[in-house]
């Protein structure tokens, strides 16, 4: 009695290990895959097609199928080691999986379209392996019989309104097929439209939209159009400048608000896919399919938006083209189908190897899903199989393609949200462009007739500059302006040949007008050369002789404007760069230091007061690095050599000007 209590025991205590190895067998599965989230690896589920009616005396290739993702497939015409293969993926799904089987492991990726991340779900696998199938099922008037696409809009459908009391989310489909290298509309507004006339609303509505944003986009400057360009956002429309844009913008977008609307669309893209007749299958599809669904979602208590994006492709069929015994356009099709899904290859494998060029121009195909393959995305890939004994070495290279893909490692994925604060400074930022390329170009007019006085002293309205400016750009006189004139040329477009072009004659005349020029504006020139000296002597690269006697050619030729034209640009340069740091301070900076200066006369006490309406901060001396070694490639210029006076002129106010105006 004892010993059948013992040996129950025993049993009972083997029965909880097995248990509890299951258990344990399926955390770890769990944790490898959360490993390979964290890692951001492609995931890849492989998925057997069963036989079909009339194939039931097929002898199968799948020898064994394992819980953990393991497939081994068996080569009858071989013997030993060769007989048979071992794979490793994140799952394999046997011919008797459902779609409701293979939906659920797919679905925490449909979710987290939701919370902002780029999704990518390919199906990869020879003709008639199954790809369709999977993708979208066989048909949609069973839900059982729905494939991925369905089920994911569903699902999105349903999570979005699960979460409605604290998002609001849009969605807009678009959906293309790639066939030979081009990328056609697969829900264009072409004879299908005439079919479905419930969609010419969205149809007029999204091509008078894209319209009239063409227009804009040409006509509008960068600010503008970045403003355009976040408010088509809102209306569901994305631009290909974002991260996570549309890759094929002048595709129709259809926004989407059930399920319904979904199918329906479906419908139409299906209808309109290129379908022909191989040896292989007589319903394969020769094209890539890809079905790509926007997210917009904002938040409602923080205001931070999201944007997500789904990309369900169904590949066109793997297999080699002397298997499939095409000839003449089927051929051509063949090798665009190769030359593509080679072209997929060596983009999954340069990331793989973490190359430093990913080559996603190589095809439309790696171009249309360059977003969704990337570092920042989550890829799942179905790698489809046809059990048939047959097919064997399609199934092996397939299976070997999937497995080099498998170890490819993209990064933890990140996802496409905006705080308000964010939006809102970017909102800033544009408006703070706008402003400063406003004032870059008074800079540059303000610059012009600063020139414009320096040579005829006597100006002092700004009416006057202008005019002058005018006569002077078009008398043959123009050449008498000397910097003035280069300059100017510089600015507009760059064809001036520099300072250092001027004739003797142009030197001359700078002489002549540089005695007309006043005591103030002389002594601004000596603090501003005071302040180059002492900064020249520093570097140790000046050319400049520190002990050469100021006179106000010096101002004419340079060290005045240089600096002042070395702070405008700083606050321009410094304006520009500083992105989302940049605040309204510097738009009003700009405007206090440039407007009532450049109105006002160079001559008089305002002029010599400027510098202490512009700080110059501490960090400026060690900020102007750049200068010194402009200035030194500057005076390898044998024509610069001739005087330090015109070498620190041309460089600095060269090295100023491609720096701002470039
Ligand atoms: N899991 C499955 N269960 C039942 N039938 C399937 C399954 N997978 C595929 N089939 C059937 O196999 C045939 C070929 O499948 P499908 O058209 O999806 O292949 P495909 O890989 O998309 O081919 P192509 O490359 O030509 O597009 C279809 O008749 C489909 O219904």
Redesign the pocket.
Known sequence: MSCLHYTGEKLKGLADAAQNYHTVLEENRKLYNEVQDLKGNIRVYC?I??F?RGQNKKQTTIEYIGENGEIVVANPSKQGKESHKLFKFNKVFG?T?TQEEVFLDTQPLIRSVLDGYNVCIF?Y???????????SG?SIVSKEDWGVNYRALNDLFHISQSRKSAFIYEVGVQMVEIYNEQVRDLLSSDGSQKRYPSFTYFYLLFATKKYIKQILLHYCSNSIRNFISFNLHTLGILTSSQPNGLAVPDASMHPVKSTTDVLELMQIGQANRAVGA?A??E????SHSVLTVHIRGTELETGAALRGSLHLV????SERVDRSEVTGDRLREAQHINKSLSALGDVIFALAQKSAHVPYRNSKLTQVLQSSLGGQAKTLMFV?LNPDIDSYSETVSTLKFAERVSGVELGAARSNKEGRDVRELMEQVASLKDTIAKKDEEIERLQLLKDLRNVYPGINGEKRNTSSLRHGSSSPSKHSVGGTSQRGRRLSGGKGSGLTDRTPSDQDNCSEYSDKHSDAGSQQSIDDFRHHKEFFHQSKLAVVDPNRKVTGEDELLGFGDADSEERLSDISDGGLSMGTETDGSIGSVVEFTLFPEGSKSVEGPEKSKAPTKIPRPPVKLQGKATAPRLLSSSSKDPKLSTGPKKVITGSSSAAKSSKRWQ
Do not use: E
């Open positions: 998925r097609r069963p079909l011919p999986s199906a696998g020879q003709t008639g392996s199954g790809k369709t199938y999977t993708m066989p191989t292989l299958n319903r394969s599809s020769r169904d590949l066109a069929g489809q």
